[in-house]
């Protein structure tokens, strides 16, 4: 009777393993298509940002400073009568060094260098020019760089998501339809790395000395560059 009963509960327990084991099974993979959907905007720039430096050299290290002093007053100066936001004003770099020059291989002291540097947001464009034409005429020894780009870039970023979206669907609607099948609905989606792409001339360095300060400053150029979205989306065929 006992071995009877021992029999039974191992009946028992196995089936019972064999319909736990069943619920955990996947279940067959369904038909699907998967596609890479890509958007683009693409629009002329409304910010810049200018890097400018200003370098001054004396005899000594308190004459430097007081001269590059100086140009750095006169160069806000500039940015406050082009009513230029103090909070779009930044200064990035301030260094103090000496400086030498090789004769008969010795070295000779020259003096003293002071250097500051600034990066300055503009969000009219067409204040761009003038403003470097004003710089340079004020203290700016070089025009290091001007990079263009967006105010509101991730309001850009989101209509890139939403054509490369839609992009994805039609081109996986369309594949369906092609071969006599239903489009379902999507069940993964990812994002790839997207980001800004420049297009012209967003980034360029100039010489000080290379503006004529009695013309009228050219336009800027800054062409448009675009801001690119890609996603893989999975749909379930039916």
Known sequence: MKNTLIAVNVLIWLVAFSVTACAHEPAPEQDHISVVGVGEIEQEPDQAIVNVSINAKQTNLPEAKKLADD????VLAVLNKL?????????TRVSAQPEYEWSNNKQIYKGERVSRSLSITVNDLEKVSPLMQALVENGVSTIDAINTGFQDPKALQEK??????????????????RLGRSLGSAYLISENNNRQQP?????????AKSVSADQAPPPEMFGTQKVSA?????????
């Open 230 to 238: 890609t996603v893989n989306v999975s749909f379930n065929l039916l």
């Open 199 to 207: 297009v012209g001339r967003p980034q360029y360095s100039m010489m």
């Open 83 to 91: 009513a230029i936001d103090e909070k779009h004003i930044k200064a």
């Open 160 to 177: 890139a998501l939403a054509a490369a979206a839609d992009d994805a669907k039609t081109k996986a609607k369309f594949l369906a339809e």
């Open 71 to 74: 140009k750095y007053r006169r």
